[in-house]
């Protein structure tokens, strides 16, 4: 499931908006980046609540992705290598497409489900 932070102040802007993380758990405290549609600027969030617990988050609901720190992580998973930073840089471009498409067909989950449907199709 999917958390959502509503009506959350931007530290990028000032404005309020939905925040949404389609990890396993949003914590309190916990530094998640993301880029601010108003300004395009990458941003850091510290939600101050795990937020709530929603099957498929509002529309227009901006992505939080955990963060790592130069000397490892912050979020329980270890930094990619050198060389496979290189190898992840095109899925990393992806990636915010991805969540956004997941959001559109109900979590990740689903959009796995379609994926082999339309795998099948296509035999």
Known sequence: ????????????????????????????????EF???????KAILRPTSAGEAV???????????ER???GGEESGHPKPSPSAEGKSGPMQEVLPEIKDLAMKVGGI??????????KEMNK
């Open 68 to 70: 790592t720190t130069q």
């Open 1 to 32: 499931m999917a958390s959502v932070l509503k009506h959350t102040q931007c530290p990028a802007c000032g404005h309020r908006h939905h925040f949404c993380f389609l990890g396993p758990v949003l914590v309190p405290g916990r530094a998640y």
């Open 35 to 41: 880029i601010c549609p108003e300004n395009a600027k």
């Open 109 to 118: 989950d689903r959009l796995d489900e379609v994926v082999k449907t339309v």
């Open 55 to 65: 099957k498929v988050p509002p529309q227009g609901a901006i992505a939080l992705d």
